[in-house]
């Protein structure tokens, strides 16, 4: 599997593998659903690990892998 996810890593992780999307607010924080999960720079690192796809210009959703990498670092 890999690395283990740090706690925001997860946090964003679970929303997003339920089917929301993250989007940046402003040049640093990411919010889900009008929560603030993370930062802009997790939401890269889960993109690097392949967990998280960026769509458009400030948006994310989970891949397949990341839905299922969720649940187990939960």
Known sequence: ???KLSKSQV????WLSRG???YAVDT???E?????????ATMDSLE???LARKIGV???EATEAG????????
């Open 1 to 3: 599997m890999g690395k």
């Open 11 to 14: 946090v964003a992780m679970n």
């Open 20 to 22: 929301w999307k993250a």
């Open 28 to 30: 640093s924080r990411v």
């Open 32 to 40: 889900v659903n009008g929560n603030r999960v993370c930062t802009v």
């Open 48 to 50: 690097k690990f392949g």
């Open 58 to 60: 400030a948006a994310w």
């Open 67 to 74: 839905k299922q990498r969720a649940t187990t670092d939960a």
